[in-house]
Every structure is written in structure tokens, then in C-alpha cells.
């Protein structure tokens, strides 16, 4: 079992639609991360959280500890949101989930 | 400010062949992170330097694979003798500090094709 789980692996929506993509780890972490891949291959860091919520924008990103789980959401959903997101965890060596495909038609 | 860079963008080699990649930080930061991202596949975690500490080897998949860095700047991965499944993207990624607390910045990647 990878230390890393997202799901879903695909994920098509119709613009303004809102997005949930989940992610469950395994191993102790100080933080988890949110990272979005652009189709040109750019990564961004979305989000960094050790506890609770933020939100920026449209984006909102939610973390359980105890649970091992965080879910990333997206709210009115555009076709530029399409990318691929991907949860990290861990320290200084950060294991990575293997992404989510996100494909949003106009 | 400027971002990570990462030179060179892409790099087509024979088999057999040594290759250096280099990445500039972003200037103050002190933690500097090598990632590589075989196609269709995630990110996996290589090497890591914080500051002037010993680097954190544990990712490199074969004594193929080296890494230095000169103080908090520049960085270099030298892959060795070359091998088709080196193929890849080679991403580098700085931040203030290590440890999984602090965002991290990734530069554009290197797409290494050994043939």
C-alpha cells in the first residue's frame, strides 16, 4: 500500500461544478501539502496545512490529523483549473501521492 | 524576485554517458530539494540539502546518482553511466527552510531522454 493514497485518479467535470479530491497517508507528517501540475509540467504549491482549513480563492483545502486525511475542494469549478493536483507529505524526504487528473469542460 | 532555475530545460543523451544538471535556489533560501518524475508516473523524493548540514541521501536510487551544493546557492546532480530508465523529468525545489513546514518552490525541471 503506497504511504500516500488519492483518489480520484480522473476526475471530468463541467465548468462550475465543485471538486473534491481526497488524500489519505499513512506516515507521521509536520504538514501535508497541495501542489498543482500544469499540463506543461510547472508545479505550484497550493497549499501547506498541519491542522484545520485555509482557502484561497476559490480553492479550499481541509486536513484531518487524527483521521490521516485531507481533501482538497474547488468551488465553481473553471477549465483553467484543469491540471493535475497532488497531495505531499512527510518531512524532508516527501512521499507523493500520484495525482489527480483534473479535466474541467467549458 | 526570480524563481528556481533549472538548467539546462532539456537534455537528450547516449547510454553510458555522464550528465550534470544544475539548479539555482531562490536566494535566501536555505533548503534545496532534487525530486524526479518518471513519465506518467509521481514525484519521487532524491536528495536534500539544509544550510551546510550533511545532505540527506536516502532517495538517490543507485551510487549512479550524486549531488552537491555549495553553501546555500547553486546545486548540481551528476548522473553517471547513464541508463535508459534515467529517463525523466529531474525537478529541483528551494525553500526557506527544510523540514515539511515550509512551502516549497519548484523550478521548471530538466527532461532528461537517454537513448
Known amino acids: 500500500k503506497n504511504e500516500v493514497e488519492q483518489s480520484p485518479q480522473n476526475l471530468t467535470a463541467q465548468e462550475g461544478e465543485f471538486i473534491t479530491i481526497n488524500c489519505s497517508y499513512s506516515v507521521g507528517i509536520s504538514a501535508l501539502h497541495w501542489l498543482q501540475q500544469h499540463p506543461g509540467g510547472g508545479i505550484v504549491s497550493l497549499f501547506m496545512l498541519s491542522s484545520g482549513k485555509k482557502k484561497h480563492g476559490r480553492l479550499i483545502a481541509t486536513i484531518n490529523i487524527q483521521e490521516k486525511h485531507s481533501s482538497l475542494h474547488i468551488t465553481a469549478s473553471h477549465p483553467r483549473d484543469s491540471a493535475v493536483y497532488i497531495c505531499a507529505v512527510g518531512n524532508n524526504d516527501m512521499r507523493f501521492g500520484a495525482g489527480t487528473r483534473l479535466t474541467v469542460k467549458p | 524576485g526570480a524563481g528556481v532555475s533549472q538548467s539546462p530545460s532539456n537534455k537528450v543523451t547516449e547510454k553510458g554517458k555522464d550528465v550534470e544538471l544544475r539548479c539555482d535556489p531562490i536566494s535566501g533560501h536555505t533548503a534545496l530539494y532534487w525530486y524526479r518524475q518518471r513519465l506518467g508516473q509521481g514525484l519521487e523524493f532524491l536528495i536534500y540539502?539544509?544550510?551546510?548540514?550533511?545532505?540527506?541521501k536516502s532517495g538517490l536510487p543507485s551510487d549512479r546518482f550524486s549531488a552537491e551544493r555549495t553553501g546555500e546557492s547553486v546545486s548540481t546532480l551528476t548522473i553517471q553511466r547513464t541508463q535508459q530508465e534515467d529517463s525523466a523529468v529531474y525537478l529541483c525545489?528551494?525553500?526557506?527552510?527544510?523540514?515539511?513546514?515550509?512551502?516549497?518552490?519548484f523550478g521548471p525541471g530538466t527532461r532528461l531522454t537517454v537513448t
Open positions: 540539502f539544509q544550510g551546510n548540514s550533511a545532505p540527506d
Open positions: 525545489a528551494s525553500s526557506y527552510r527544510s523540514g515539511g513546514s515550509y512551502e516549497q518552490y
